[in-house]
């Protein structure tokens, strides 16, 4: 069992930046690949970021490459997601979770997941 704690979220206006945590506890967190998602109102959950159990390989969807930086700190148990230049179209709740098997993109492939932090951002 691996519980998943996310905090950071908050309003922010365009251009702006934020930083993601995601504490996690129990099982052995640094064996898992993490990812953040994110949900914005009447949209389906999407891929945001994916970091390797070692943090050697990260993984981001396009509209997000360049802006925002996924990262792990094994020592600490916890992920984050560092989101520059924010975009209006970047607001949504952002979930981190861990990931089980298969492909890092989808949300299948992940069995625990936190509550999520709401992020949004004002043009």
């Known amino acids: 069992q691996v519980q998943l704690v996310e905090s950071g979220g908050g309003l922010v206006q365009a251009g702006g930046s934020l930083r993601l945590s995601c504490a996690a506890s129990?099982?052995?967190?640094?064996?898992?690949?993490m990812g953040w998602f994110r949900q914005a109102p009447g949209k389906e959950r999407e891929f945001v970021a994916a970091?390797?159990?070692?943090?050697?390989?990260?993984y981001y969807t396009d509209s997000v490459k360049g802006r925002f930086t996924i990262s792990r700190d094994n020592a600490k148990n916890t992920v984050y997601l560092q989101m520059n230049s924010l975009k209006p179209e970047d607001t949504a709740v952002y979930y981190c979770?861990?990931?089980?098997?298969?492909?890092?993109?989808?949300?299948?492939?992940?069995?625990?997941w936190g509550q999520g932090t709401q992020v949004t951002v004002s043009s």
């Open positions: 979770a861990a990931h089980r098997s298969n492909s890092y993109y989808s949300s299948s492939s992940y069995n625990y």
């Open positions: 129990g099982r052995t967190f640094s064996r898992n690949a």
């Open positions: 970091i390797s159990w070692i943090g050697g390989s990260t």
